[in-house]
């Protein structure tokens, strides 16, 4: 019973940011109607885009807040989320920071599956990595799958994380300007604050939440 209720409120909360409706329509993807949701309340600090960060969102994508994020972008039930975090360790390799998230992923959501993983490099000579992956919501009476590409570059000991995210069904249609999205990206090698601290994994770090409270 306790499991079956984590379930029930872990399935709320992501559809809170995979599920919105904000009436934009892309190509090829049909105007969709939106869903009902009940909305579960857990002790996530809200988070801010990054300074130091600068991103082309794609047309469609208007900016929107939840009780999880101050500010995030979403159309129709695709979300583009942009966090950070000073890094515990100073030094902490890229393929090791990248490695933890999938770890926490692997850990925390059903069927966790990488299909591609590889460099992102933009410009100013960073070196970063993006991998795509797919994920299940599962319910006593529903069952989705979801599809996520994510970015993650570090700059000066602060990681950078862009997530992008959508049903699997409808990712082929936001596909394109997910990648375009994270090409763009541009981070300034300045000196980040040390005081400066958000948390990156946000579907491990929603879920982690949902499950204490249980």
């Known amino acids: 019973m ?52 600068s991103m082309k969102i794609p047309n469609g994508f208007t900016e929107t807040s939840s009780p999880y994020y101050e500010k995030f972008y979403s159309c129709e039930d695709a979300t583009i989320i942009i966090t950070g975090e000073k890094v515990a360790v ?15 992923h692997k850990e925390t959501v059903d069927a966790y599956e990488i299909l591609d993983d590889g460099p992102l490099n933009i410009e100013g000579g960073i070196y970063g990595r993006s991998f795509e992956f797919t994920y299940a919501i599962i319910g006593e009476d529903i069952s989705k799958t979801m599809h996520c590409l994510m970015a993650v570059f570090l700059v000066n000991d602060y990681a950078y994380v862009v997530t992008c995210k959508s049903y699997d069904t409808t990712f082929i249609g936001f596909e394109q300007p997910f990648r375009n999205a994270l090409k763009s990206i541009r981070i300034d090698q300045q000196p980040i604050p040390e005081q400066t601290t958000h948390t990156t994994s946000t579907i491990a770090e929603e879920t982690t939440a949902l499950r204490n409270e249980t």
Do not use: W
Not at 90 to 104: E, F, M, W
């Open 90 to 104: 100073s030094g902490t390799a890229l393929d090791d920071y990248v490695a933890a998230i999938q770890r926490n």
């Open 2 to 53: 306790k499991y079956q209720k984590f379930k029930k409120i872990l399935l709320s909360a992501l559809a809170i940011l995979c599920c919105m409706s904000t009436g934009c329509q892309l190509p090829g993807n049909p105007p969709k109607q939106p869903e009902e949701t009940t909305a579960a309340v857990a002790h996530i600090t809200p988070e801010s885009i990054p300074e130091h960060f």
